[in-house]
């Protein structure tokens, strides 16, 4: 193994532990040299032992003979004179070969006691040590196999479990460094899930780490670790084979997880069990020390009057895990590079501000008075507020050549992803993982805090502005600028989360099971259930994925039986909400397409409405270059119950309490690379999809006229849906609360084809929250 730092024709910068090729390329100049030119510029790290990747019967004899001669031997100057100026290496950071050159190769600095940047607890971290320490010899001693439980003399497996960004691959990369070993790092994702691929793909691996006498470690492994189960027979085969290869690496081997539901056999075979928590200031602190040190290159210490130091125990005080510190020091790694200057403290503070906000943004409701009193008496100023920016259709949640405003750090337990704000999830009514236990999250508001259009600020409950309390539940923050939520709360438990993936063709089953579930889901309020139609870039066809969750924690709840009972992959755990929130996000830098609609839990109208998903996919493949598109259909439960929930608890802008049906809530959401297809391809297709649907239902007398407004189009009018008596409430507030007519022009929110003031745009759809730009708030206080 040796370290190499080079630019490169095919990669901009290479630097890292490699491992050199196959030693032929010493010893002749017939050794595999990568191709360039026209051809590839790597072989990827996905078929590590390719034939053209890996040596013959000669080279490989030849290998072995120089190996023989052992590091004393004196070479000739021919030898010298045979050797290339360049050798095939790997590159254990990017997974792939690559051509380096020779005078770029040193020999590895390791650091220094690396257990110090560790911040596990002694007793963790005491034997941890113990048990890798006979991996610091170059052979590794084999102990019996009384000692190992019957496995390879040489191998050793720990298991790390615990919070993503907690230490967990840090402790793998210590234990590298302590050893004088490289880390061979896998992501399970990126191994195949069918047994025979996932052996094929564990034998290159094991071939070449065992050739370097690497550290293997395989993150996020519980994929390939989740408990056994009858009725998952194709994920119960590939969690066998992993059971049966993983041990059999004859050195020391890392599994990390995030999730408790792992199949007992895997205990019988691993050595020690790690448990993590969440981080404190002295353990971040330690995380951006190490990531610093590397980044800067310094991983010795600092000079006595080095910066350094303080910043790492003022950046210990920013709640950020590992892997968010991580991207953090890349993106200054990055501003660095990219403006021709050594790594400083004001990258890594640009790159912070950027990722977890600004302290120039508005802290409470008296500046955002200041703010709107300056947006009032500034001409032509145009402005949006947002909080998370859920709603994705342009013009929702921000504004062109104007300002976005934001209240940071107001978040709530709410929305199910984890960019969703609870300004706009709140106000614009709020589903929830616990509506059917509590109702939406607008009907735990016991007060608003207000910003008016003059500036002054105003309570919003039952006993004062009572109107305007009312119709914020879902009548989006039209009124005003919501500055502050008094929320009721309630206790949380551990949950059990299952993700199940099916066959297309299985869809009529998952239609039944849907509305079974939704027929009863009063008697079961802590069950859940989104039941999603999805097409991924650039896939070969769709598929169904149906996430279950018992809010209790029950396992296998009775009431989610029949979804359980459909043939395919399941993944399940005992979780919790914060937890699951992270794994929803919408991906950045696309063009999404949002379409909703509700109906009656009629099956012929979801069987429908699967149908039309499949139409659509082919007929997208069509026209969306290279497959490069996201298509998702959700069906969600909307029960007599949700609004019984909202009756009790004095009733929401929705009008539900007047549907005496359960209904199921469709969304489509489509996401697309630019935005001109968005708008020659996805909305089309959604909006005459949507159109087909409710024709449908409105033929068999199932169409509901509600409209769920986060999930709306600009085009679709969710507060007329609301009921004639709900948008004369909202009428009249907005007059009374903004008797001037303020962001008449100013606040844009609604948009069909031309812009509407804001009493007009309240009936087409809701403001939501947004991070205000600093300098232009700043222009406009002054």
């Not at 564990?202 to 050739?211: P, V």
Request: glycine share 8%; aromatic share 8%.
């Amino acid at each position: 193994m040796f370290s190499c730092s080079m630019k490169d024709q095919w990669f901009p910068y290479i630097r890292g532990l490699i491992g050199l090729g196959h030693l032929e390329a010493f010893l002749n100049n017939e050794g595999h040299s990568l191709p360039r030119g026209d051809d590839s510029s790597s072989i990827q790290g996905g078929d590590l032992t390719r034939d053209d990747a890996m040596p013959d019967a000669k080279g490989e004899q030849k290998s072995l003979e120089h190996e023989k001669m052992g590091e004393d031997h004196e070479w000739t100057d021919i030898e010298y004179l045979n050797c290339p100026p360049t050798l095939v290496a790997f590159l254990l950071d990017e997974k792939v070969w690559a051509n380096v050159q020779v005078e770029h190769l040193t020999d590895i600095v390791w650091p220094e006691r690396p257990f110090d940047s560790l911040g596990l607890e002694i007793g963790k971290k005491v034997l941890i040590q113990n048990l890798t320490c006979r991996f610091k010899t170059k052979e590794v001693t084999e102990v019996s196999n009384q000692d190992t439980g019957g496995v390879q003399g040489g191998n050793l497996c720990i298991f790390l479990t615990g919070p993503p960004g907690v230490g967990k691959t840090l402790t793998a990369e210590v234990v590298a460094e302590e050893t004088h070993r490289p880390l061979y790092r896998v992501q399970a994702g990126g191994l195949g899930f069918h047994p025979s691929a996932l052996e094929k793909q564990l034998g290159d691996i094991f071939l070449l780490a065992r050739r370097w006498g690497a550290i293997i470690l395989i993150d996020e492994a519980d994929m390939f670790m989740t408990k056994r189960r009858a009725s998952t027979p194709d994920q119960n085969a590939t969690v066998t084979a992993f059971l049966r290869l993983f041990h059999t690496y004859d050195g020391l081997l890392f599994l990390t997880s995030t999730s408790k539901d792992i199949d007992t056999a895997f205990y019988d075979r691993i050595h020690a069990t790690i448990e993590y928590t969440e981080l404190d200031k002295t353990q971040r602190k330690n995380i951006w020390r190490r990531q610093l040190q590397r980044a800067i290159g310094s991983p010795e210490g600092h000079p006595p009057n080095s910066p350094w130091p303080e910043a790492y125990r003022l950046l210990g005080k920013v709640g950020t895990n590992g892997r968010e510190i991580r991207n953090i020091v890349r993106t200054a790694e990055q501003l660095a590079l990219g403006l021709s200057t050594d790594l400083s403290m004001k990258h890594v503070a640009l790159a912070v501000r950027n990722f977890g906000g600004s302290d120039n943004y508005p802290r409470n409701a008296e500046e955002v008075s200041k703010t709107v009193q300056a947006l009032v008496a500034t001409p032509e100023c145009n402005f949006a507020v947002r909080s998370g920016g859920h709603t994705v259709w342009p013009g929702a949640s921000n504004i062109q050549d104007g300002i976005t405003i934001d209240l940071d750090g107001r978040m709530v337990a709410g929305g199910r992803e984890n960019a969703v704000g609870i300004g706009g999830l709140t106000t614009d009514g709020g589903k929830t993982f616990y509506t059917c236990r509590v109702g939406f999250a607008c009907d735990q508001v016991v007060n608003y805090e207000v910003v008016l259009a003059d500036g002054s600020i105003v309570q919003a409950n039952d006993q004062e502005h009572s109107d305007l309390f009312r119709v914020l539940k879902g009548g989006g923050n039209n009124f005003g600028i919501v500055t502050g939520f008094d929320m009721v709360t309630f206790p949380s438990k551990d949950i059990w989360d299952a993700e199940l993936v099916h066959a297309k063709e299985s869809a009529p089953e998952v239609v039944h099971a849907l509305t079974d579930f939704v027929g009863n889901l009063e008697a079961h309020p802590d069950a859940h259930v989104l039941a999603m139609w999805m097409y991924l870039p650039k896939a070969d066809d769709h598929f169904i994925e149906n996430l279950l969750m018992s809010l209790d924690g029950e396992q296998e709840a009775k009431s989610l039986s029949k979804f359980l009972a459909i043939p395919g992959q399941v993944k399940s755990k005992t979780t919790t909400i914060a937890t699951k929130m992270d794994t929803f996000a919408l991906p950045k830098a696309r063009e999404h397409t949002w379409f909703t609609t509700t109906f009656k839990n009629d099956p012929r109208i979801s069987q429908k409405a699967a149908d039309v998903f499949e139409s659509l996919v082919k007929m997208m493949k069509g026209q969306v270059p290279d497959h490069d598109f996201a298509f998702q259909m959700v069906l969600q439960p909307l029960p007599v119950s949700f609004g019984k929930h909202s009756a009790v608890r004095g009733g929401n802008m929705f009008g539900l309490e007047h549907i005496k049906d359960d209904c199921v809530l469709l969304v489509w959401t489509v996401e697309v690379p630019t935005p001109e297809m968005r708008t020659t391809v996805a909305f089309p297709a959604l909006k005459g999809a949507i159109d087909e649907i409710e024709a449908y239902a409105k033929s068999l007398n199932s169409d509901v006229k509600f409209r769920y407004l986060n999930y709306c189009d600009a085009s679709q009018d969710p507060l007329g849906s609301y009921g004639e008596e709900n948008v004369r409430k909202m009428r009249e507030a907005a007059e009374k609360y903004d008797p001037a007519g303020f962001s008449k022009e100013e606040c844009p929110v609604a948009s069909r084809s031309q812009r509407r003031t804001w009493h007009e745009a309240q009936m087409m759809a809701a403001v939501t929250l947004r991070p205000i730009v600093a300098s232009m708030l700043s222009a406009c206080m002054r």
